[in-house]
Nanobody
Framework: QVQLAESGGGLVQAGDSLRLSCAAS????????MGWFRQAPGKEREFVAA????????YYADSVRGRFTISKENAKNMVYLQMNSLKPEDTAVYYC??????????????????WGKGTLVTVSS
């Protein structure tokens, strides 16, 4: 199994950028479809982005497409979420997750096998 640890969250202003990192241990991220989810206060956890095992295919929620970029470095066992043009509605706890499936695509919570503990992103207006 894999252990995941997110970092990089913080307080930023609207329009700013932030990069989240997810460090994996136990198994390599090349063994999983990796994803980012987020949960805003009082709301359900939602899909943000996913990346295939090879890193060659990426998928995004409509709300972040064009602003967020998911990437990975298999050699470093790291996954990233670059967030640009942040909006107050992006405020949430962001979670890194891993899915043992062979094929990538948009993911739901139930698809993911492993989760990190999350990192808080707060975007002020």
């Amino acid at each position: 199994q894999v252990q995941l640890a997110e970092s990089g969250g913080g307080l930023v202003q609207a329009g700013d950028s932030l990069r989240l990192s997810c460090a994996a241990s136990g198994r390599t991220v090349s063994s999983y479809v990796m994803g980012w989810f987020r949960q805003a206060p009082g709301k359900e956890r939602e899909f943000v982005a996913a990346i295939s095992r090879s890193g060659g295919s990426t998928y995004y929620a409509d709300s972040v497409r064009g602003r967020f970029t998911i990437s990975k470095e298999n050699a470093k066992n790291m996954v990233y979420l670059q967030m640009n043009s942040l909006k107050p509605e992006d405020t949430a706890v962001y979670y890194c997750a891993a899915d043992s499936a062979l094929t990538a695509g948009v993911r739901e919570m139930k698809d993911m096998d492993y989760w990190g503990k999350g990192t808080l992103v707060t975007v002020s207006s």
